[in-house]
């Protein structure tokens, strides 16, 4: 799954250590998520999309695998 949380964090001129305060996780989680080494829970993505006044689908983007 891809995403744009840097993208949106930029736009509101936050930090990693910012954003995961605001939504109640580590700084390592937020790192983690923005590599596309770990899928946030459906919670996490809707605190994610709430902060930032948009869809879940404008941060976060399924890709399916090929068989």
């Known amino acids: 799954m891809k ?5 949106f964090r930029a736009m509101h001129d936050m930090t990693q250590e910012d ?3 605001e939504v109640g996780v580590t700084r390592q989680t ?3 998520i923005e590599k596309g080494k770990y899928d946030p829970s459906l919670e996490l993505a809707f ?7 948009v869809t879940i689908e404008e941060i976060f ?3 399916e695998s090929s068989p």
């Open 3 to 7: 995403n744009k949380i840097k993208v």
């Open 30 to 32: 937020i790192l983690a």
């Open 19 to 21: 954003l995961a305060r």
């Open 61 to 63: 983007v399924f890709e």
């Open 47 to 53: 605190k994610m999309a709430r902060r930032f006044h």
